[in-house]
């Protein structure tokens, strides 16, 4: 898979994690700063806006090469834009063993596009904006 995230991916990312430049905890207890960005996360420093830009490049190349690396088949970009919002949010573990990927791998992409919908929960509880995000990025899916 050849292509690149569009536009999509980092507009979709900082409308839905916002920008936070003090560290703190997200819904499932994670330290989290920046547009998302949960790893190695010192709880004591805030970071600039240059510095949350640089991580989510970070994480989208990341997620990118999640998506290339599990993904068997090729992709629209809309398929591919999409995917990695979802590895960015839910990370390379859920991916990994979702039935999306199953789908998606199988090349059943009425399917795919249907799973999204079904992950929207944080600690068991239904969250609003996850539910917002994963119609669009099953609506991305679904362009060409």
Known sequence: MAMNPSVWVFDTIKKYEGLRLKPYR???GVWTVGYGYTRRV???KVITTDRAVELLEEDVLSASGVVRALVKIDL???QFDA???FVFNLGEGNFSASTL???VNNGDFSKAADEFLR???CNCK???GLTKRRAAERQRFMEE
């Open 26 to 28: 997200c819904p499932a």
């Open 101 to 103: 990927l199953m789908y």
């Open 76 to 78: 629209n970009q809309g």
């Open 83 to 85: 995917l990695i919002d």
């Open 126 to 128: 239904v969250l609003a």
């Open 42 to 44: 010192d709880p004591t």
């Open 119 to 121: 992950c929207y929960h």
